[in-house]
């Protein structure tokens, strides 16, 4: 069975500090893997996604980069975190190669992450 | 782009019925997703509609009408443990040829004894 890994599970953070939250996927390749951002009471704001090793899209411009180095490693990065980075940072995956049927994304269990 | 509209809270009673609306806005429907998050975990994924109707799932059921843009989960029998958010949330075909989603932002159910 598929099982989707982050860590940590929670961080704070000062200011002006860097970031470096890593997700891992067991048991599939080639999953299409997400980094969504939630903030408090808020819904998910979709981040970067990636389709492949290498291979990144951004949805939103910000100072927060992501990395594949590896299949099912995905890595979310920032140099430098400023308060509005706090909240609940979230890895998904999806099968690669699905085109029909119910689409369901797996969820890992977050990072909690506050910025001071 | 995508947009979408649910209530943002609703409060009902153990053992009723609950109706949550989402609509929506998108260029290139593939399918409306719902999903249940508690408090301090993950979204977890409940059903989904790529066709108009009822898909039922236990005590679950959600229905979709691509004509209105417009679709529902349905939680009947409800328990304590079905407090929690649910998020509705549209599939797109994104320019890399992955399916990405957008949600809602989500519908905080309160289930009251």
């Known amino acids: 069975s598929q099982t989707i890994h982050q860590w940590p599970a929670t961080l704070v953070q000062p200011v002006g500090s860097p970031l470096s939250l890593e997700c891992t996927v067991e048991g599939t390749s080639n999953p299409n893997l997400y980094w969504y951002r939630q903030a408090a009471g808020r819904g998910l704001q979709l981040l970067f996604y990636?389709?492949?090793?290498?291979?990144i899209s951004s949805e939103v411009p910000q100072n927060l980069s992501a990395s594949r180095p590896q299949d099912r490693q995905f890595i979310l990065s920032s140099k430098k975190l400023l308060l509005s980075d706090s909240g609940f940072y979230l890895c998904?995956?999806?099968?690669?190669?699905?085109?029909?049927?119910?689409?369901?994304?797996?969820f890992g269990p977050g990072t909690r992450l506050t910025v001071t | 782009g995508q947009s979408l509209e649910q209530p943002s809270e609703v409060t009902a009673v153990e053992g009723a019925i609950v109706q949550i609306n989402c609509t929506y806005q998108t260029s290139g429907f593939y399918g409306l997703s719902w999903y249940q998050q508690h408090d301090g975990g993950a979204p977890t994924f409940l059903s989904y509609?790529?066709?108009?109707g009822l898909e039922e799932t236990g005590r679950f059921s959600s229905f979709l009408s691509r004509s209105d843009s417009y679709g529902y989960l349905l939680l009947q029998e409800l328990q304590m443990k079905d407090s929690a958010s649910y998020f509705c949330?549209?599939?797109?075909?994104?320019?890399?040829?992955?399916?990405?989603?957008?949600f809602g932002k989500g519908t905080k159910l309160s289930v009251i004894p």
């Open positions: 509609n790529a066709l108009d």
């Open positions: 990636s389709v492949g090793i290498g291979q």
């Open positions: 949330a549209v599939r797109a075909v994104t320019g890399a040829g992955s399916y990405q989603l957008t």
């Open positions: 998904a995956w999806t099968p690669g190669q699905r085109r029909v049927g119910p689409y369901e994304q797996y």
